[in-house]
T-cell receptor, first 114, second 115 residues
Framework: DSGVTQTPKHLITATGQRVTLRCSPR?????VYWYQQSLDQGLQFLIQ???????AKGNILERFSAQQFPDLHSELNLSSLELGDSALYFC?????????????FGPGTRLTVL | AQSVTQLDSQVPVFEEAPVELRCNYS??????LFWYVQYPNQGLQLLLK??????LVKGINGFEAEFNKSQTSFHLRKPSVHISDTAEYFC?????????????FGQGTELSVKP
């Protein structure tokens, strides 16, 4: 158990819908990262928050957004869903803001868009 | 920009045999290097990391990796594998001097250990 929790574990929804994925980092970690794992794209970095502020952005679509709350949990919002958004979404956390030396990953949320 | 190439998508091997999973990277800045393992239906777990110092790094579960700066490689090795090592292995880099601590992953190598 990494100490990072993600809910829900599975999510099935229809095209055009909007969903919210939730992540709670390890106690004491200030950085939260979101990654998408799909068969065609592999594991891709989406976005990082550090202590409530956006720190780095990767290959995140405009239809996707994230935020980190004062209690340090984070939510990833996916809207106008398309079939191609079906993937495993991981959250990770670390102590560091930059040059991290270890990230701890949650178990992931599997999103299926029908 | 950085990129990571894992040279083998699948590696079948018999139990108790040695294994090497190959990883090459490209980066215009210095990077930290990592190997993560993903067991079926689970999240990623850190196997080992290279930050600085000795180029031979030992990790969990008997794995080790060697950083070769001239060849920009970070190959993962285990002298004798077990059935329980069956999993997907990811090589990753984290660039220094960039904003944030993102990980850039390779495409993964599926290790299949047969009895």
């Amino acid at each position: 158990d990494s100490g990072v929790t993600q809910t829900p574990k599975h999510l099935i929804t229809a095209t055009g819908q909007r969903v919210t994925l939730r992540c709670s980092p390890r106690s004491g970690d200030l950085s939260v990262y979101w990654y998408q794992q799909s068969l065609d794209q592999g594991l891709q970095f989406l976005i990082q928050y550090y202590n409530g502020e956006e720190r780095a952005k990767g290959n995140i679509l405009e239809r996707f957004s994230a935020q980190q709350f004062p209690d340090l949990h984070s939510e990833l919002n996916l809207s106008s869903l398309e079939l191609g958004d079906s993937a495993l979404y991981f959250c990770a956390s670390s102590v560091a803001r930059d040059y991290n030396n270890e990230q701890f990953f949650g178990p992931g949320t599997r999103l299926t868009v029908l | 920009a950085q990129s990571v190439t894992q040279l083998d998508s699948q590696v079948p091997v018999f139990e108790e045999a040695p294994v090497e999973l190959r990883c090459n990277y490209s980066s215009s800045v210095s990077v930290y290097l990592f190997w993560y393992v993903q067991y079926p239906n689970q999240g990623l777990q850190l196997l080992l990391k290279y930050l600085s110092g000795s180029t031979l790094v030992k990790g969990i579960n008997g794995f080790e990796a060697e950083f070769n700066k001239s060849q920009t490689s970070f190959h993962l090795r285990k002298p004798s594998v077990h059935i329980s090592d069956t999993a997907e292995y990811f090589c990753a880099v984290s660039p220094l001097y960039n904003q944030g601590g993102k990980l850039i992953f390779g495409q993964g190598t599926e290790l299949s250990v047969k009895p």
